[in-house]
């Protein structure tokens, strides 16, 4: 590891175990937040040939503030040549009168990997959704996905259009090696090969961990389910975040 700095509400904690494969990373939040006025910055730059698991360690609740505003995260990722990332945070929960957005950008090598998985709660228990724009912009020479949801609206969210009413959403974008030649779809989940390479799974349930395991269902059908961790053990990843 190279270079690590963080400050309050995102900390960045590296696992003590000397296990084989990818540096593993916590990204811990000291704090509540995301609140309303919040603006969080994400930088991670994984350099040639290094590999980093960044993992949540729990549910990221998004709350409003004292002051009106809406509040903002953003993950910028940077992944040299031979680079490979697995980005894996915890459910964001959606509270009531909350207004978020959420941006994960990346900007691949073309031999560069990237696993990334968000889920998203409409509301915690018998609780109505506060509102949610979430981004997804990856490159490698070119666009790979540009992808804009929002939620928090309830006649869109019941819909058929929409999350057809269920309260848990959840995707998750695969750039490792080959994908499928057509896409498969399961109960309430699919997996699309996208056009510029990399697949592309979503899944609808009423609760997160249904939808992990949709994910996971899907994960398994993938050419690369067996690599994903793959990786090489010397990791050189320098990342930073800010309030």
């Not at 003590?16 to 494969?21: H, L, Q, T, W, Y």
């Not at 910028?76 to 040549?81: G, P």
């Not at 997996?191 to 994960?219: H, K, M, N």
């Amino acid at each position: 590891m190279r270079d690590l700095r963080s400050m309050a509400p995102l900390r960045l904690v590296p696992a003590r175990s000397r296990r084989p494969g990818p540096v593993l990373v916590h990204l811990v939040s000291a704090v509540t937040a995301p609140l309303g006025g919040d603006d969080l910055e994400l930088r991670v730059r994984v350099g040639p040939g290094a590999a980093l698991e960044l993992r949540g360690v729990a549910a990221t609740l998004a709350l409003p503030g004292r002051h009106p505003g809406r509040s903002r995260t953003l993950v910028h990722v940077d992944l040299d040549e031979g680079a490979s990332l697995a980005y894996l945070p915890e459910p964001t929960v959606v509270t009531a009168r909350a207004c978020h957005e959420a941006v994960f950008r990346a900007r691949m090598a073309e031999d560069a990997r990237l696993r990334t998985r968000e889920i998203l709660v409409l509301g915690r228990v018998n609780e109505r959704s506060g509102s949610l724009d979430t981004t997804v912009d990856v490159r490698r020479n070119g666009p790979v996905l540009k992808q804009t949801t929002r939620i928090g609206t309830p006649e869109v969210d019941e819909s058929p259009a929409g999350l057809a009413g269920r309260r848990v959403l959840g995707t998750e974008l695969l750039c490792w090696g080959d994908d499928l030649p057509e896409a498969v779809s399961g109960d309430w989940w699919s997996l699309v090969p996208l056009a510029r390479g990399g697949s592309l799974t979503t899944a609808l349930a009423d609760d997160a961990v249904t939808v992990e395991r949709a994910l996971d269902a899907a994960l398994a059908r993938h050419p690369g389910s067996a690599r994903p961790s793959d990786s090489i053990s010397c990791s050189i990843p320098s990342d930073r975040s800010h309030r």
